[in-house]
């Protein structure tokens, strides 16, 4: 299994400038998320799915979508891209069904609005 | 959220043992997670206490107190590949959200 794979690692973006994280787990699990990282702070949620077709938002949404079509793919929509979107995304999957709800990270795309 | 609080800085010598305290919450919680995050890299999964009590697994364990809102990793027999951010993460009860602390940056030294 590949777990949990994050597509760029690296993005420069102009602002105003619209981009999409990819992120696709292979370990079939039902909940998907998207964290942000920035410099000492504690990852904070975007958006959530607890499945394929089902989103819902986090601490922090604004100026992201994101779509849940499929169990192993969700990405992660940055419209009108802005310098304090600069950040390391992180995409992560748990299978609630298990005892305890531990999350897989992906590797993180690091994102950088100019 | 949960109000996660851990100090942001230790230091310890190799082979010393040390101890990352995390108070958080009471109210909504369900159970207390630990990650490790290297620099540059993303967390992994340490640890995770719902009842009361020590978690032993290796050289860490994870200790809970429910009705003091309190958690603690212990690292012992330190490693320079310890050197990281280690970061507590408490679940909600509602919807098991996790809700992070800022990190604790361990720095190992020789």
């Known amino acids: 299994n590949a777990g949990v794979t994050q597509t760029p690692k690296f993005r420069i973006l102009k602002i105003g400038q619209s981009m999409t994280l990819q992120c696709t787990q292979d370990?079939?699990?039902?909940?998907m998320y998207w964290y942000r990282q920035d410099p000492g702070m504690g990852l904070k949620l975007i958006y959530y799915s607890v499945g394929a077709g089902i989103t819902d938002k986090g601490e922090v949404p604004n100026g992201y979508n994101v779509s849940r079509s499929t169990t192993e793919d969700f990405p992660l929509r940055l419209e009108l891209a802005a310098p304090s979107q600069t950040s390391v995304y992180f995409c992560?999957?748990?299978?609630?069904?298990?005892?305890?709800?531990?999350?897989?990270f992906g590797p993180g795309t690091r994102l950088t609005v100019l | 959220g949960q109000n996660i609080d851990q100090p942001t800085e230790m230091t310890a010598t190799e082979g010393a043992i040390v101890q990352i305290n995390c108070t958080y919450q009471t109210s909504g919680f369900n159970g207390l997670f630990w990650y490790q995050q290297h620099a540059g890299e993303a967390p992994t999964f340490l640890s995770y206490?719902?009842?009361?009590g020590l978690e032993e697994k290796g050289r860490f364990s994870s200790f809970l107190s429910r009705s003091k809102g309190y958690s603690y990793l212990l690292l012992k027999e330190l490693q320079m590949k310890d050197s990281a951010s280690y970061l507590c993460a408490g679940e909600r009860s509602n919807d098991y959200k996790l809700s992070f602390g800022a990190g604790t940056t361990v720095t190992v030294r020789a």
């Open positions: 206490n719902v009842l009361d």
């Open positions: 370990m079939n699990h039902n909940y």
């Open positions: 992560a999957s748990s299978h609630r069904d298990r005892s305890y709800n531990e999350q897989f």
